[in-house]
């Protein structure tokens, strides 16, 4: 069975930087792009971030671009994403997940909320 777990999310200020954690099992992580997609109260699903499978090539969504920052572990089956310079439209609940095309993917987790406000 396919499973992702998120972690880290949490109340920032504005400005403020998180760093959020997907835990992988069920499948060879190491053979599949990884992405975070994010869904912010009462609007549709967003994705944010994408990552090669060895975590040669990066994408990023033109709102995050220059402020947040994917990475994978493959020896580990983790995910993260390091949110820089947080901005109250950031808040969201943020998804791991693979098999994406665009925002809508085969397999997301349960999500880790973000909320950023002062």
């Known amino acids: 069975e396919v499973t992702l777990v998120e972690s880290g999310g949490g109340l920032v200020q504005p400005g403020g930087s998180l760093r959020l954690s997907c835990a992988a099992s069920?499948?060879?992580?190491?053979?599949?792009?990884m992405n975070w997609v994010r869904q912010a109260p009462g609007k549709g699903l967003e994705w944010v971030s994408r990552?090669?499978?060895?975590?040669?090539?990066?994408y990023y969504a033109g709102s995050v671009e220059g402020r947040f920052t994917i990475s994978r572990d493959n020896a580990k089956n983790a995910l993260y994403l390091q949110l820089n310079s947080l901005k109250t439209e950031d808040t969201a609940m943020y998804y791991c997940?693979?098999?994406?095309?665009?925002?809508?993917?085969?397999?997301r987790g349960q999500g880790t909320q973000v909320t950023v406000s002062s």
């Open positions: 069920g499948f060879t992580f190491s053979d599949y792009s």
């Open positions: 997940a693979k098999g994406c095309s665009g925002a809508y993917c085969a397999t």
């Open positions: 990552i090669t499978p060895g975590g040669g090539l990066t």
